[in-house]
């Protein structure tokens, strides 16, 4: 499977991220569920930190209990941090196109988002006209689009540098807190829209590299 991280013959080598099409992972983000998504990139075996996030399952015991993310159907396991579940050491080049791939992952999650505003604004009103319509509301939507189009140009380039795929998950948390606010207290309830940005930070701290507000 693309994506999918592998150890060698000998069962002692970590593998290497076959080259891949990580934009799929956008997609499916964006119209199907977060575990659809993981299973898209593979195990997610090779964070630099000391936990995965994977697709909840007999064979993924929690290591966080965690009703938010049980209810996308994912898990975080614990591992030795910097390491694969074969026991080698994670290449550098390996963590990074986690990282890559974790971000056009969010990236779908952030536009599932701004489709779950958008249809939120579109039912409420005040003073009798939808929020949709005013003029400050408009604007912050625009702005939010236009992070999406700048994330998704440099993801697109060939490769993106590591401080651009940092900035690029910094922006996506930034573009997803703005949704919020947007979603009123709709987005901070369990069963809400804002379900996805909590897992969607979550998948940043595990995979960017541990940065605060990633």
Do not use: K, N
């Not at 396991?77 to 990282?99: C, I, K, M, N, Q």
Request: hydrophobic letters at 45%; charged letters at 20%; proline letters at 6%.
């Amino acid at each position: 499977m693309p994506g999918d991280l592998r150890g060698g013959a000998d069962g002692r080598g970590a593998g290497v991220v076959s080259a891949h099409d990580w934009r799929r992972c956008r997609q499916v983000a964006r119209t199907g569920t977060v575990a659809d998504a993981l299973r898209e990139i593979g195990s997610l075996q090779a964070g630099r930190g000391s936990f995965v996030v994977v697709p909840a399952g007999p064979d993924a015991p929690a290591a966080v209990a965690d009703p938010l993310l049980a209810a996308e159907g994912i898990a975080v396991l614990r591992r030795p941090a910097g390491r694969h579940p074969s026991g080698a050491p994670v290449p550098a080049s390996v963590a990074r196109e986690v990282t890559l791939a974790t971000a056009w992952l969010r990236l779908g999650l952030s536009e599932r988002l701004l489709d779950d505003c958008l249809g939120y604004l579109h039912g409420r009103a005040t003073g009798g006209e939808p929020l949709i319509g005013q003029q400050l509301v408009r604007g912050e939507l625009a702005e939010i689009r236009m992070d999406h189009l700048e994330v998704a140009a440099v993801l697109d380039a060939a490769p993106p540098s590591d401080a651009q795929l940092l900035d690029v998950h910094r922006q996506i948390t930034g573009a997803d807190r703005a949704l919020l606010r947007l979603l009123g207290a709709s987005g901070f309830v369990a069963d809400g829209p804002g379900r996805v940005a909590y897992v969607s930070e979550l998948l940043a701290d595990t995979y960017a590299g541990g940065h605060r507000d990633v």
